[in-house]
């Protein structure tokens, strides 16, 4: 059996230009890259050009550290770690973090249990967690029917008051990756925006976040990787304010015997989700970005645009499995390339 693992982030590339135009226009573009979360983020500001954006840098930097030391699964002073090494069935948490499961829970039951922060005991079956080896064999049908019995998000709940969170099973267990990202995405723009700056793009992997525009004021613009050839866009549009949102069954797989396996997992069945490629939801803010691009992932093309045609504030680009792209109906046909 060949099993062959692989990793490559980001889930969406984004081709940003970042050429500074010399211009009457007082305002520059400053860049920077953070590698944090397991995920480089980009952020380009567009700011004036005596403003020192130094001691920015330095708070987006502590900002990012600090979500990836609490919200990993594997770190030291992680407090998810710490809730799924938990002796007791009620533990506190912090604003954040509960304010996080708090979501994530209530998007569980919208999308009927596809989208379920339970689901660490699956990737670790699978090999696709922080802390698996990558040589890990697949699971056999048994360990993954094991798996499944210990995914259900409707085991844990916080209180009215969200500082504490309780566990019905000691076997649940958790993992925010789905969501964590969008979270911190929307304190990274409060953070920019408590700095005066109102000009913004931040792309981290998949998960993307604007406002305003660059420094010739035209508006952001962003693209979409076709899921199967990295080099290519599938869309490109412009972005003054909100967030782009890709999910996609090439950032984190292994191919096993030419079998795709991938992170995205259907807690029904303890599998990964093979109806499509890639899902990217236009949003007005990251946080149901990252949870509708996750959580609908399972779902053929039909069922994604139908869900998303019934809600406001959203549209959809689906590639499904046999790479057929599909918008949802207030998508501008002219922002694709094919």
């Known amino acids: 059996m060949r099993n062959k693992i692989k990793s490559r982030l980001p889930t969406a590339v984004i081709f940003i230009s970042?050429?500074?135009?010399?211009?009457?226009?007082?305002?520059?573009?400053?860049?920077?890259?953070?590698?944090?979360?397991d995920t480089?983020?980009?952020i380009t500001l567009s700011?004036?050009?005596?403003?020192?954006?130094?001691?920015?840098?330095?708070?987006?930097?502590s900002l990012l550290a600090q979500a990836e030391n609490r919200f990993s699964t594997a770190g030291d002073n992680s407090e998810i770690r710490a809730l799924n090494e938990r002796a007791s069935n009620a533990l506190p948490v912090s604003p954040e973090l509960c304010e996080m499961l708090k979501t994530g829970l209530a998007y569980g039951d919208t999308l009927d249990g596809a989208f379920d922060i339970t689901v660490l005991p699956l990737k670790e079956i699978w090999g696709l967690c922080e802390q698996c080896a990558d040589d890990d064999p697949p699971p056999d049908s048994s360990r993954v029917g094991a798996a499944i019995q210990y995914v259900d998000y409707r085991r844990m709940r916080v209180n009215d008051d969200c500082d504490t969170v309780f566990f019905e099973s000691p076997d649940t267990r958790i993992d925010v990756g789905g969501i964590a990202k969008g979270f911190v995405l929307t304190w990274l723009a409060?953070?920019?925006?408590?700095?005066?700056?109102?000009?913004?793009?931040i792309a981290a992997g998949g998960d993307i976040i604007a406002s305003g525009s660059k420094q010739d004021k035209n508006p952001w613009r962003v693209g979409i990787q076709h899921p199967r050839n990295p080099s290519e866009l599938i869309a490109t549009?412009?972005?003054?304010?909100?967030?782009?949102?890709?999910?996609?069954?090439?950032?984190r797989f292994r191919i096993v015997d030419g079998n795709r396996y991938h992170h995205i997992f259907d807690p029904s069945t303890g599998y990964s989700c093979n109806q499509n490629q890639s899902v990217t939801i236009l949003a007005d803010d990251p946080v149901r970005g990252d949870i509708f691009s996750t959580g609908l992932f399972c779902k053929n093309a039909e069922h994604i645009i139908t869900f998303i045609n019934a809600r406001d504030n959203l549209e959809c680009l689906v590639v499904d499995y046999a790479g057929n792209?599909?918008?949802?109906?207030?998508w501008d046909a002219a922002y694709l390339l094919e």
């Open 18 to 37: 970042l050429i500074l135009l010399s211009s009457c226009d007082n305002n520059v573009q400053r860049n920077r890259f953070f590698f944090r979360m």
């Open 40 to 42: 480089m983020t980009q």
């Open 47 to 61: 700011v004036p050009r005596s403003f020192d954006v130094r001691p920015v840098w330095q708070s987006v930097d």
């Open 190 to 201: 409060s953070l920019l925006k408590d700095r005066g700056i109102d000009n913004y793009l």
């Open 237 to 251: 549009l412009p972005l003054k304010r909100g967030a782009l949102v890709t999910s996609g069954d090439y950032s």
């Open 325 to 330: 792209i599909r918008v949802s109906d207030g």
